[in-house]
T-cell receptor, first 114, second 114 residues
Framework: ETGVTQTPRHLVMGMTNKKSLKCEQHLGHNAMYWYKQSAKKPLELMFVYNFKEQTENNSVPSRFSPECPNSSHLFLHLHTLQPEDSALYLC?????????????FGNGTRLTVT | GESVGLHLPTLSVQEGDNSIINCAYSNSASDYFIWYKQESGKGPQFIIDIRSNMDKRQGQRVTVLLNKTVKHLSLQIAATQPGDSAVYFCAEKSDGGATNKLIFGTGTLLAVQP
């Protein structure tokens, strides 16, 4: 158990669908992150939230919309995705930004866009 | 530009042997480094970290070495076990802790032969 739970584990959606990914952390952390992991590429940072405030948007297309209602929950709302958006989406948390602290990852949502 | 790379994409070792996974980084301003392990179907799992004011840090069966002169990081695993089979990533941070933004390498696959 990682302390960071992501649902669903697998998601298949069409390009016209709207879906959401959910992340919950039980570690008492104050920072949460979305990363994208594609085959044979390094992990790509998408968004960073610190104390519920978005502090980083790494030039992510607007078809990805994050939401952080509190320090324990993070969502990624998806709409009109493209097949190249198929990837493993990883949520992570850390003590807070501004510290040299490791990220703790969930097991990801495997997204397939058809 | 900034980059974190691994010398060997695949490393095959015999069970019981020691493993050494290498990582080169290009940003001399990086001040914090982390090693992650990712097993199939799971998210990256934190193994060990090291700050730039250190050159060695030991954990349980793992040792991280940092050579700032040549910008090289290595992970040593003692008495490698089948359960160590996974992809190993190094990551660096060079923003002084402002955003906890990590730059990840592409990973090395460690295959442990029985």
């Amino acid at each position: 158990e990682t302390g960071v739970t992501q649902t669903p584990r697998h998601l298949v959606m069409g390009m016209t669908n709207k879906k959401s990914l959910k992340c919950e952390q039980h570690l008492g952390h104050n920072a949460m992150y979305w990363y994208k992991q594609s085959a044979k590429k390094p992990l790509e940072l998408m968004f960073v939230y610190n104390f519920k405030e978005q502090t980083e948007n790494n030039s992510v297309p607007s078809r990805f919309s994050p939401e952080c209602p509190n320090s324990s929950h993070l969502f990624l709302h998806l709409h009109t995705l493209q097949p190249e958006d198929s990837a493993l989406y990883l949520c992570a948390s850390s003590q807070a930004t501004g510290y040299n602290s490791p990220l703790h990852f969930g097991n990801g949502t495997r997204l397939t866009v058809t | 530009g900034e980059s974190v790379g691994l010398h060997l994409p695949t490393l095959s070792v015999q069970e019981g042997d020691n493993s050494i996974i290498n990582c080169a980084y290009s940003n001399s301003a990086s001040d914090y480094f982390i090693w992650y392990k990712q097993e199939s179907g799971k998210g990256p799992q934190f193994i060990i970290d090291i700050r730039s004011n250190m050159d060695k840090r030991q954990g349980q069966r793992v040792t991280v070495l940092l050579n700032k002169t040549v910008k090289h990081l290595s992970l040593q695993i003692a008495a490698t076990q089948p359960g160590d089979s996974a992809v190993y990533f190094c990551a660096e941070k060079s923003d002084g802790g402002a955003t906890n933004k990590l730059i990840f390498g592409t990973g090395t696959l460690l295959a442990v032969q029985p």
